[in-house]
């Protein structure tokens, strides 16, 4: 079944063609993978998916729903969550706050019953707190639970990022460079994590990722943007062996007169 | 734990039953001048804490309290003054029908004060929200200045320039202090609920805090009613605390002094803006001083007015250069602290015995 459905998406911005003609259909289950070179897109790719920009033209179809109109928080609220390149975390909140805004958009007791503890909200706010343990717990960083979240190590900020997300209850992950920065070994408990999440919570995953390791590794497809325009997609082999990405990571060979 | 749970209602019934007595007492035997004081102490950190609330821990920085108090003041003025009074007041351009007969107790007024505030921080809310930071000041700036022009000039419902004169003097340290704790609690339950966490998280990345599913827009525009709520409120207990308004007592000058209340006692901490608000009011008296004449060092220095606004700002000077984060930071008084200081000498003592 197709949970995500990008019909031909393009956004300008003034001259710029920042993306064009992007298409993808996401089965349910896919883990997928975007690479390109830097500034080819990919990020704009993922701002369009979650609502922060709105294509130019194009259809992006979310569960049969059209989402192109719909707000970010909206988007969130329908199950897609995403991380962020350069980690976003609520800094001066503790670890265990951040995860639980994750949360916040499932709460339904109303302002007074939350400011007035009443039986409702404070049983809400009793799971609240337990699904935030548990999700620290996959990420092991239940005993750091009362630290600041700007006080952690990058590594597990950026698992952080990925719990908060996980919090929300997506259906569709959109992680951006999950292992920027990270030293081959957090690479590869990265990956083993990634994997781990997505069969635990069923999760579809679109990942941007410039280790081609963490790609090839975990990706069963993979997509390839190039100044906007997807020029590849398969499989890791296909990927590897295609002339036009190895063109446009390496460049052409010089030919000499 | 069962036991500290327990020991922690008996702390806080003994801290409120402590002020309740210590209002008591000071309604009853302490001079009308420090009695006065004591209102301001209550009505500034009612001020100080709804202002946080927006400022502070959503991080939208408005400069609109005193458009909010203004309306608070007229409408709760114009609700519980006599008809009587009112005629005498308006003797240029007559009251507007209902309003020239209507009397209605202290209590209700006050929540009419709330509430027609709070339904204004919604009208300038919903579409002021969508600015960020100093342009939204500027935009909140305007909007209390508009408010005081317009009173200024809506002479047969506000009786313009003139004010309000002689209004009966209901506000007293049960009021004030009553609703001040009242304010304090509510909000501070509000922040610590997920609600306030969901607000937090707009003042630490808006862009984050949106993909994590929180409605800023919602979130934003509660901050505002629910400040706007509680400034109308103080509003209406300084009209009747000084018995006299009109709509130059809510210039930028008073928003001025509230933000002075919660950049110093911290942007983000309750506990730092109670205690800058009450010293603030203390020290607006106590510095009185220093503008009548004195002779400093043989020097003769006649009064100058104004005075002890200059001090002021050499104080929030000083605590912008020393202390960034304001006298607290973004630290809390708790009752667990009180708790274990009281614990902590007990044992002392017996441990000396």
Known sequence: MSILKVDHITIRFGGLTAVSDFYLDLKEGELVGLIGPNGAGKTTVFNMLTGVYKPTSGKIYFNNQEINIKKVSEITALGMARTFQNVRLFTNLSVLDNVMVGCHLRLKSSVLNAVFYLPKYVQEESEITEEAMKLLKEVNLEKLESNLAGGLPYGQQRKLEIARALATRPRLLLLDEPAAGMNPQETKDLMNFILKIQEKYKLTIILIEHDMKVVMGICKRILVLDYGVTIAEGNPIEIQHNPEVIKAYLGVEAHYA | ?353
């Open chain 2, 1 to 353: 734990m069962k036991g500290k749970k327990k020991d922690y209602i008996l702390l806080k019934i003994a801290t409120i039953l402590i002020i309740f007595i210590f209002i008591f007492i000071a309604q009853r035997s302490f001079d009308a001048y420090i009695i006065r004081i004591l209102n301001l102490c209550g009505i500034y950190v009612i001020l100080g804490v709804s202002l946080n609330l927006i400022n502070g821990f959503t991080g939208q920085f408005s400069l609109g309290h005193a458009g909010f108090m203004a309306i608070g003041a007229y409408v709760s003025a114009l609700l519980y003054t006599s008809p009587e009074i009112k005629e005498v007041n308006y003797f240029i351009t007559p009251l507007i029908w209902p309003l020239n007969i209507i009397q209605i107790p202290f209590i209700f007024s006050l929540i009419m004060a709330g509430l027609v505030s709070a339904g204004v921080g919604f009208l300038v809310g919903a579409p002021c929200l969508r600015l960020k930071g100093d342009y939204l000041a500027i935009v909140t700036f305007g909007f209390s200045e508009i408010i005081r022009v317009l009173f200024c000039n809506l002479q047969s419902i506000t009786n313009g320039p003139l004010g309000l004169k002689g209004l009966p003097s209901y506000t007293n340290l049960w009021w004030t202090w009553g609703i001040a704790i009242f304010t304090v609690w509510f909000i501070k339950n509000l922040i610590n609920s997920s609600y306030g966490r969901a607000l937090k998280s707009i003042r630490e990345d808006e862009i984050a805090a949106e993909a994590m599913g929180v409605k800023l827009f919602y979130h934003k525009v509660l901050s505002f009613i629910v400040g706007a709520f509680f400034a109308g409120i103080a509003g209406a207990l300084l009209g009747s605390l000084v018995m006299t308004i009109d709509p130059n007592t809510f210039s930028f000058f008073m928003t001025f002094q509230i933000i002075i209340i919660v950049v110093v006692g911290g942007l983000g901490s309750i506990t730092g803006t109670v205690i800058v608000g009450a010293l603030f009011a203390i020290l607006m008296e106590v510095l009185r001083s220093v503008e009548s004449p004195m002779s400093l060092f043989g020097l003769n220095i006649p009064g100058i007015p104004g005075m002890r606004m200059l001090l002021f700002s050499i104080l929030l000077m000083i605590v912008v250069l020393f202390f960034h984060q304001g006298l607290m930071g973004t630290k809390e008084w708790s009752w667990e602290w009180l708790y274990k200081k009281l614990m902590g000498n007990k044992k002392e003592i017996e441990e000396g015995s």
